[in-house]
């Protein structure tokens, strides 16, 4: 990870927003209550009042049909799995750790700077969607990853995971501690690769308890569990959102979410992470990290979960993508409001973090 940094950086942008790793981040206002001053793009006005009141909201063809395909494509080429030989998807293997263990079975696919995982984030309309839920145009998009979850039996069968009483639970969590008198705001997105149907799980979430969060949080003991929800699921169902390959979901931080588990019997869920949040530029550890990380094809530092993948690394598969000028901006080689970065920026910018 990069160095933990004592302060609370600044986002480059009108919207003061503050961050000590471009994960979480501290607002004025909760993005749930957000008054617009940029223009929406892409979103509509239900759109938007839906993603306030329930937690996500979905951007039809965000990136075409025929680029997903080829990320699914390419997906299943980076893993060296055969779509048509279900025999491939469990092949044994050693595990470098439980952590990679884990990855294997929720089908995490370890492939970060592809150019066509670039494409997709460089795509103006997935840009214009956070533009909108942010309500600033300064972003940094996420060095995330790939999923293709086959069929989860044999090696890749859930119960190989053991289970636990609190703390993170794959089927449904916060992505942050909503115990805090203040959450922080965070927001998440994917990309769906492919059709989804019930019966390949996928993204599930509790749109109702994002909805009436206050009200059921004060009903809560002390002492509750601060990433996994205890709700009686006929109060408060859980829906699994229709998407078609190349939809956009983006959902919030404090939504309750999840994956359910793939019961087919030879399909394959699959999906790109990609979210944006607001742009750290004042933050020059986390800025070369990802620079570095983009220049290099090395594993990205900002999540303890990517592993690299253990048979090749992508450093020794394929060339450094090609980024345009919104590419370079969303990763931080290139400043929002081109300035040199490396030369006008300092401790000097930064609030110190209390």
């Known amino acids: 990870m990069p160095t933990p940094d004592r302060y609370l950086h600044r986002a480059a942008s009108p919207v003061p927003y503050f961050s000590p790793d471009g994960e979480i981040y501290l607002a004025q206002t909760p993005l749930r209550d957000l008054k617009k001053t940029v223009p929406l793009r892409v979103l509509s006005e239900a759109d938007f009042a839906s993603w306030q009141n329930y937690g996500y909201v979905v951007v039809k063809q965000a990136i075409p049909a025929s680029a997903a395909r080829q990320l699914v494509d390419f997906a299943w080429d980076f893993q060296g ?22 990855l294997h079975i929720y089908g995490f696919v370890e492939a970060y700077h592809h150019q066509l995982v670039w494409d997709s984030r460089m795509t103006q309309r997935v840009y214009d969607a ?16 790939l999923n293709l979850n086959p069929p989860n039996v ?7 995971i053991p289970s636990t009483d609190e703390g993170f639970d794959i089927e449904l969590h916060w992505d942050v501690d909503t115990t805090l008198g203040v959450p922080p705001q965070r927001v998440q997105g994917i990309i769906a690769l492919n059709d989804t149907t019930a019966e390949l799980g996928g993204f599930q979430c509790c749109p109702e308890l994002f909805h009436r969060f206050d009200r059921w949080k004060a009903l809560q003991p002390d002492g509750r569990d ?8 006929a109060e408060y169902p859980v829906v699994r959102p229709e998407l078609e390959a190349g939809d956009l979901l983006i959902f919030n931080g404090m939504l309750a979410h999840g994956v359910a588990p793939n019961t087919s019997k030879n399909g394959v869920r699959a999906a790109q992470y990609l979210s944006m949040m607001p742009a750290l530029e004042t933050h020059q550890t986390l800025r070369r990290s990802r620079v570095d990380s983009w220049r290099t094809l090395s594993t990205p530092e900002w999540n303890g979960t990517l592993l690299g993948d253990a048979r090749q690394h992508e450093s020794l598969r394929y060339g450094r993508a090609t980024l345009d000028d919104l590419g370079a901006k969303l990763l931080g080689l290139a400043s929002w409001s081109g300035v040199d970065l490396d030369d006008s920026v300092g401790e000097a910018a930064c609030a110190e973090y209390v």
Not at 133 to 138: K, P
Not at 154 to 160: C, G, Q
Not at 226 to 233: G, H, L, M, V
């Open 81 to 102: 799995l055969d779509p048509e030989r279900p025999d491939t998807w469990y092949e044994e293997r050693e595990y470098r750790s439980d952590l990679d263990r884990d």
């Open 130 to 145: 956070f533009v909108d839920v942010w309500d600033c145009e300064e972003l940094w998009v996420t060095l995330d990853r």
């Open 154 to 160: 044999k090696n890749r069968s859930r119960a190989l």
């Open 226 to 233: 601060p990433i996994r929800p205890r709700i009686d699921r």
